[in-house]
């Protein structure tokens, strides 16, 4: 029942106040770990061969430090107090969803978007995306913004969550340790999972490990997608036929869900650095990409997050209970 109680925390923690500006967040120290390995190993490693080798070492380092020490940390505090020791796992646990920051994000570039200051908007929206924003049009800046929103649900909402449920039915472990793990690996791949210099070779490994990591919740984020669009097989039919053109074996699939939903198409031609990138298009254009598309979408990953947060909650439960009637049987 416990674990419930976590889940429930931090999802309510999530939902009303996100991640304040300033405030201290785990991943800024993963992030710092990860900054401080990496320029040392690119000092000091300068073959291809030595660079594969460290980058893997850094990533299981980062990604079961990470884990370790979280659960270490939560383990300190339930000998001290256990009541303190719930309210802290809901408090970690809420900093590896980002639903609320999603939105925030988005509707940061759109309340600008929609008074006509397309500048602005580019301005913002060039701190949440890596392509050049800077002549993007009032549609691109749509187009961009649905990806992006689209793209995170899956490794910034639904999949930490994904461990969390798993973490929850271990109690020797829980959800936090679980979370927090997925957590450095999606920002290991963020930050050094790049095909291009200088981390060409460090960096491989982290970005097949968040693959690996992110695929299967990545799946039942689409299934779940289909199921709440009251037409999975159409749903289902259109992410075969397109999601596995994108060569990303997970962020193709979620941007194509969404797509395929709200029946607009995602995808196209994106710059990143003064060079032209074509990106497979994503469902069809149905319908144009409008604001009302990314709100849709934000309410969407709400619904799926929702449904998975009862789910988890109702199988503790007979989990718990079940547990039980086992134990006092025997």
Request: aromatic share 12%; proline share 5%.
């Amino acid at each position: 029942m416990t674990s419930a109680v976590i889940l429930l925390l931090a999802a309510f923690l999530d939902y009303l106040i996100a991640d304040p500006w300033g405030w201290p967040h785990p991943v800024r120290v993963i992030g710092w770990v990860i900054s401080q390995l990496s320029k040392f190993c690119l000092k000091y490693c300068h073959t291809a061969l030595n660079q594969r080798l460290t980058g893997a070492l850094i990533a299981i380092l980062v990604i079961v430090g990470t884990g370790l020490m979280g659960w270490l940390i939560i383990f300190a505090i339930q000998i001290v107090d256990p009541v303190l020791a719930i309210v802290f796992q809901g408090i970690m646990l809420a900093s590896c969803f980002a639903a609320k920051s999603l939105k925030n994000a988005a509707m940061e570039v759109l309340a600008p978007l929609k008074m006509g200051n397309v500048t602005t908007a580019r301005e913002i929206l060039s701190n949440y995306v890596g392509r050049d924003t800077e002549n993007l049009s009032h549609t691109e800046i749509l187009r961009s913004l649905l990806e992006t929103v689209t793209e995170n649900a899956t490794d910034g909402v639904t999949a930490p969550l994904f461990y969390a449920i798993i973490g929850a039915f271990i109690p020797v472990i829980g959800s936090v340790p679980l979370a927090l793990a997925y957590k450095a690996s999606s920002t290991l791949d963020s930050m050094i999972g790049y095909k291009e210099s200088p981390y060409t070779y460090l960096g491989w490994f982290s970005a097949r490990c968040e693959d690996y990591l992110t695929w299967l919740p990545c799946r039942f984020t689409v299934i779940t997608l289909a199921i709440l669009s009251g037409k999975p097989g159409y749903v289902w039919q259109i992410c075969q036929r397109d999601a596995i053109k994108d060569p990303s074996p997970n962020s193709g699939w979620s941007e194509c869900a969404y797509a395929a939903v709200l029946g607009v198409q995602m995808g196209g031609i994106n710059w990143y650095r003064g060079i032209a990138k074509h990106k497979p298009l994503l469902g069809d254009a149905i319908y144009p990409i409008t604001e009302k598309s990314i709100d849709q979408a934000l309410q969407l990953t709400r619904y799926a997050f929702l449904l998975w947060l009862a789910l988890a909650t109702l199988g503790i439960i007979a989990y718990s209970r079940f547990s039980i009637i086992t134990l006092f049987w025997s």
